[in-house]
């Protein structure tokens, strides 16, 4: 019992010391003033406003449009050729890396508990749907005479 004791009034001057120091630490802190480093404020560029319309809200729309950087969000350039890359950003976790489609993602991405949506409905995002879309080019082919 009293090795009991002992550890504990060890223990509590211990942990004490080691506030003590802490507590130090954070006045000395405190003390010192704050150095607050600013960002440099993005020069704006002075650009010249066209005139595409004679509807003003759509000519300053047009305007904002053209001197925007949307082109080149990402670093690079943004084209057709990398549409694959945005709608791989914009869904990720849909799909279960091998093309399949994860039902419970989708209907969470809408805004809706995945357990309060019927399984019936979530087989709707996982339906292989090319045997129907063969069918429908058949018929459009048999209404165009091809």
Known sequence: M?????????IRKIVREEV?????EVITELKQPIQQVSK???????VEKKQYTKNSI?????????NSD???????????DKMGDILAKEYNGISN???????DA??????????????GLKDVFT??????????????KQKRGV
């Open 127 to 140: 339906k292989d749907y090319r045997s129907l879309m063969k069918k429908v080019d058949e018929k459009s």
């Open 58 to 66: 759509l000519n300053e729309v047009m305007n904002e449009t053209a």
């Open 106 to 119: 989708m209907v969470a991405s809408m805004g809706v508990d995945p357990n309060t949506v019927d399984d």
């Open 70 to 80: 949307w082109e080149d969000l990402g670093g690079g350039t943004y084209t057709t």
């Open 2 to 10: 009293k090795k009991k004791t002992n550890m504990r009034t060890v």
């Open 20 to 24: 003590a120091i802490a507590i130090q």
């Open 97 to 103: 890396g091998g093309g399949e489609v994860n039902a």
């Open 40 to 46: 440099p404020k993005p020069k704006k560029k002075t």
